[in-house]
């Protein structure tokens, strides 16, 4: 299961890093997703999930022997949130591009136009 969630990773770091490199703002946009994604994922495979229980505690109120780290889910929670916003502004952004030039070409987003 380790070795299928380190592909999965490296499939989405991989296509996060194909999406980026394109002209498209909305390629652009799925490339970041894909890349916040990729390193939530990387966060939690880290602090090994799948071999240790989950982050609660015990009846006493103190932690269980084996039990996960609950710094990197609250660092992948935080990330989520900021995924998302950061998402949303993009999404707003190239929006705003489109409808004012109709554009949606990252290359021809500075060029002025021509009289």
């Not at 269980?64 to 999404?91: E, K, W």
């Not at 952004?93 to 021809?108: E, M």
Request: charged share 15%; proline share 5%.
């Amino acid at each position: 299961m380790t070795t299928a969630l380190a592909i999965l990773i490296g499939l989405l770091f991989a296509a996060a890093t194909y999406c980026l490199l394109r002209r498209n703002l909305m390629r652009v946009l799925i490339g970041i997703l894909l890349l916040g994604h990729a390193v939530n994922l990387l966060l939690m495979s880290a602090s090994a999930p799948l071999t240790r229980a989950p982050a609660i505690l015990g009846a006493d109120g103190k932690p269980i022997p084996g039990m996960a780290d609950a710094l990197p889910q609250a660092l992948v929670l935080t990330a989520i949130v900021i995924g998302f916003g950061l998402s949303v502004f993009t999404l707003v952004l190239a929006r705003s591009c489109f409808q004012g030039k109709a554009i949606d070409d990252v290359h021809d987003l500075g060029k002025e136009d021509s009289p």
